[in-house]
């Protein structure tokens, strides 16, 4: 029975081949829709999984999300340090890790930070971030790389980098004359940091320092120019009296800071101080992030119990400092996909219509076949073919053509993914990847098989009618 299939088929081949071309190509569509629809998901999760809150200036809380951790688009205006130690020191929180952004280089965003993000950054499930060669920063003009920024632009430990303003492919100005120099190549870990430079707050910080007035003028003092100095100093000669006032009022200070204080209170207050500063940092187990810049984008945090999340949300909502939104990852995720929600439906849809026109296609070929074959028919029922038997043979071929089309489909899928997969990688930080079908996948293979096999009784049920004498006669 097969190989008599084959040979039908193989009479057949022409028309046969655009059917397998229709399954094919549905196949591919419905597996890449759900394939892209599902890696996205989780490339999205993993990146992000290790991150309780993600602390930033009020605004979206979706978009604070992509520009913080996929670094797509920016987080708008920035938040002092002070509200950084603000909630660096709330009970609730565990760690912190300071983010600053706005530059890119060669079209990969930069993010300024501390060496702790290469401690607390936690993807793919709690996995950490790892070295394939060197380290994280060893000065302020360091950098450390992704996986994907090395590969792509051959970098490795060593390599001097210039860094630019603004995002994406945009450069508004290139800081020739603050370079970095490469000191460490992080891993691959199939997330957007793989796409990412990081460079050292204080590094960051320098290149966007606006210069202080006074700092144009070598000349210049603390009164201003030195023509302004010099007449200052002109008036106070100039009056015998201001120098008797001048020593009065030093006379009065000593006096009032003196009475009724202990020799050496002051130093001792002052230390007293700084102990009480660093048992208060113990306390919260606060990291050393180096340079403290004026303001900074974002704030990564940690919680020391998940389930005080919502009390640190409302803190900072009624923080009257600064307006400042507390983002929780997998709510903004939830929310993206709620956005996206729509898009998936609709490639979905339009996968399953494609489907559905292959699975018609091959039933109007079987169909379209049926006449030219009658005579066929009526010869294999007279050497003792029964109805059941023809009606397999119809089913068989159909089941053969599937087969093809799902193999070539998944081929062609494959084929496609490696070329799409670099892409995706090097703008929006997600890989697809290449391999064995998920369970989901699988069972969507399913469907389409037992949905063509179904749609193959059709034509089978019309030949399994015919009788033989219909098939003997002639028609005029």
Known sequence: MLDLCLKSLLNRRFVASLTVVGIALSVALILGVERLRTE????????????????????????????????????????????????????????????????NHRGYPVIGTSESYFDRFRHSGGEPLAFRSGGAFTGPDSAVVGAEVAQTLGYGPGTVIVNAHGSGEVAFDVHDEAPFTISGVLAPSRTAVDR?????????????????????????????????????DHDAQSDPAHDDDEHEHEHEDEEHGHEGEDPGHADNAHTDGHEKDAEHADEHGHEDHGHEPGTINAIFAGLTDKAGVLSVQRHLADHRGEALSAVMPNVALLQLWSLTGTAETALRLMAGAVALAGMIGMVVMLSAALEARRREFAILRSVGATPGNIFLLIVLEAALLLITGIVLGYLALTGITLLVDPVLAANFGMRIGVGLPSFREVLLIAIVFCSGVLASAVPALRVYRMTLADGLSMRL
């Open 40 to 103: 996205a998901r989780a490339s999205f999760a993993n990146s992000a999984s290790g991150i309780d809150l993600i602390v930033a200036a009020r605004g979206n809380d979706v978009q604070i999300l992509m520009a913080t951790v996929f670094g797509v688009g920016s987080t708008g205006t920035g938040i002092s340090w002070d509200s950084f130690e603000m909630v660096e020191d709330l009970p609730q929180i565990a760690w912190t890790v300071p983010l600053m952004m706005g530059d």
């Open 196 to 232: 990412m430079v990081f460079v050292s707050l204080e590094g960051f910080d320098a290149l966007h320092e606006a210069r202080a007035p006074e700092a144009a003028d070598p000349f210049a003092t603390a009164s201003g120019t030195p023509e302004q100095a010099g007449h200052a």
